[in-house]
């Protein structure tokens, strides 16, 4: 357990009985997803987490040993919902351009929608958070994996100019970041944007018209 935790003391204690696990843990994470994007990762703290919350600090440390275990336990959160929504988006269309051009537009769609998940799981970057554990980033590379698999498909049917599909994709995946970026600023128009992207691999302009 980290360090920091402090120690069981009942005058640190409020009564957390009313609440069942579920909800804290509902309640530990939507807080601390709150706190850092307002405030940054050096400044989320278990006990300024807790006083967010109205609970004791032990109480967050029942569900979470560190606040890095917290930080890393958003990231996986936010990328199984993004992965729910590139699958959806995928599987409502059949060509592979047609799928490509909907997993671009879900991609932006879901950092529109979750300002505060996108920003906890790709542009927060603590120097001194623990490293991101292998197997969670193996689940969170889903998302990627599913942008390859979609160019690889394309490119065997002549829809998309590509060599390698893991680097196309990583090119594409790097693309739409920066567009959502630029989008979450309000520096750029979510239409145009997402086009140009998906033009960066579809072939003789057959991706559909956005």
Request: aromatic fraction near 6%.
């Amino acid at each position: 357990m980290n360090n920091d935790a402090p120690a069981l003391d009942d005058s640190d204690c409020l009564d957390d009985a009313s609440t069942g696990d579920d909800d804290l843990r509902r309640r530990i994470l939507d807080g601390a997803r709150h706190l850092l994007v307002r405030g940054g990762y050096q400044n989320l703290s278990m006990r300024r987490l807790a006083r967010a919350i109205g609970y004791s600090a032990t109480s967050i440390y029942l569900h979470f040993e560190s606040k890095d275990d917290l930080f890393h336990a958003l990231i996986d959160e936010g990328m199984e919902r993004l992965h729910t929504r590139l699958r959806e988006a995928v599987e409502d269309e059949e060509a592979p351009d047609a799928q490509l051009e909907a997993l671009c537009r879900a991609f932006a769609r879901f950092g529109l929608d979750n300002p505060e998940y996108y920003e906890v799981m790709f542009l927060l970057r603590p120097e001194t958070m623990e490293r991101y554990p292998p197997e969670n980033y193996r689940r969170a590379r889903r998302n990627l994996d599913l942008v390859q698999e979609l160019l690889r498909k394309g490119a065997e049917r002549d829809q998309f100019v590509i060599t390698d599909p893991l680097e196309a994709a990583s090119a594409l995946w790097a693309s739409l970041h920066g567009t959502v970026s630029l989008l979450l600023a309000r520096r750029v128009d979510a239409q145009a944007s997402v086009r140009q992207a998906i033009r960066g691999v579809a072939a003789r302009g057959d991706a559909h018209d956005a």
